[in-house]
């Protein structure tokens, strides 16, 4: 089922709808590889972060505790 928004609407809902609503989008995205060509610039920052977890787990979060944190299924 596809639910179809103005802007104006989609701004009334609450933070975790609009949240939900951008996670929907993200991931139908996702879903087409070929899209998603990263730049060198975008490459260097996700080397950057592998790098800073690697030398520092116990500082990072999983994508998991950071929905708990902050409510977002």
Known sequence: MTNCFTFSEIKK????ERIRIVQEI???IVEDQRALSLTEAQRDELDRRLDRQQEAP??????DEIKRK???S
């Open 13 to 16: 809902l609450s933070v975790n």
């Open 26 to 28: 993200w991931d139908s």
């Open 58 to 63: 116990e500082d990072c979060r999983s994508w």
């Open 70 to 72: 902050f409510d977002v």
